[in-house]
């Protein structure tokens, strides 16, 4: 299983960025994605995540409203449009997957077992 995550970059506060992250040598349908993010010094941060099967979606609080998650299962690809970008949105931003997360654990990273490489995302003020 492979997770490549792209489309980080550095922009200004206010400005959007679309991440994708694209999976191989999986069903991939079958998985539920998330995203995570990391700060230096810190643990993961869970960002949003998209189940499997009926793609419910989960968010954390702090980018409610501002991103939106989606997957296209043909392409095999998770994206995570991010609007309205803030300095604190400042980290690398990792996508991962996992084939029986619960609802309730699609926010603990623990509950994931592939991982991305990680895209940086730097948001100036």
């Known amino acids: 299983v492979q997770l490549q995550a792209s489309g980080g970059g550095l922009v200004q506060a206010g400005d959007s960025l679309r991440l994708s992250c694209a999976a191989s040598?999986?069903?991939?349908?079958?998985?539920?994605i998330a995203w995570f993010r990391q700060t230096p010094g810190k643990g993961r941060d869970f960002v949003a995540a998209i189940k499997s099967g009926g793609g419910a979606l989960f968010y954390a609080d702090s980018v409610k409203g501002r991103f939106a998650v989606s997957r296209d299962n043909s392409k095999n690809t998770v994206n995570l449009q991010m609007n309205r970008l803030k300095p604190e949105d400042t980290a690398v931003y990792y996508c991962?997957?996992?084939?029986?997360?619960?609802?309730?654990?699609?926010?603990?990273?623990?509950?994931?077992?592939?991982w991305g490489q990680g895209t940086q995302v730097t948001v100036s003020s």
């Open positions: 040598g999986l069903t991939f349908r079958s998985y539920s």
């Open positions: 991962a997957a996992s084939r029986t997360v619960i609802n309730t654990s699609m926010n603990k990273d623990q509950a994931y077992n592939y």
